[in-house]
Structures are given as structure tokens and as C-alpha cells.
């Protein structure tokens, strides 16, 4: 089952999503990601593994910022591939996730 957490504050909120998509993981899923805006800048990290890959996968990446959004995907339309893994960016300029076909 998919599952979305987001968060804006003054302070990075990437320890906010991570913690929230752990929180989902009962609920199944095949893939996750999170994205940030950080001084005006789309950054983004997925997975089609577990949370604590996308952990490592963020650390990695540095994304971080103080408004953001997170998924927990569970495949109905679409292979569990990255290239579909939520959030998708459009133009560089707006991150989505989304329930539902």
C-alpha cells in the first residue's frame, strides 16, 4: 500500500521523512524515494529497496532542505523500477507522489 509523508520547517525535514516512511513500512512496498527543496533547488533520492537504503541513498546524495515530500510505492501499474518510483520531478521545477493510478 502506498504511503505519502511531507513536511516544511525551518530546519532540514529530511530526518522527519525518513522517520515517517519507517513508520509505513508495515504496509508493504516496492519502492521509495523522498524529495527536497533546498534554496530553490529540487533534489531527490529513491530506491527500489528498503528505507534504510534510502537512508544510505540520501546521505549519499546530500539532499536535504526544509521543505520536502516522501512515497512508499506499491506497484499496481508500472515494473518496481527507479524510473518510477515516486517523487517524479517535471522540469526540474516541481516534485510529485501520488496514490492511485
Not at 509523508?5 to 516496492?30: C, I, K, N, Q
Not at 527543496?37 to 537504503?53: C, F, N, P
Amino acid at each position: 500500500m502506498c504511503g505519502i509523508v511531507a513536511a516544511a520547517s525551518h530546519r532540514d525535514v529530511v530526518p522527519m521523512l525518513l522517520e515517517g516512511l519507517r513508520r509505513l513500512e508495515y504496509r508493504g512496498y516496492d519502492s521509495c524515494g523522498v524529495a527536497t527543496l533546498d534554496q530553490g533547488v529540487l533534489k531527490r533520492a529513491r530506491t527500489v529497496s528498503r528505507v534504510h537504503e534510502l537512508v544510505e541513498r540520501v546521505a549519499e546524495d546530500g539532499v536535504k532542505g526544509t521543505v520536502g515530500i516522501a512515497h512508499t510505492r506499491w506497484a499496481t501499474h508500472g515494473a518496481p523500477e527507479v524510473c518510477n518510483a515516486h517523487p517524479h520531478i517535471s522540469r526540474n521545477r516541481i516534485a510529485l507522489v501520488h496514490n492511485g493510478i
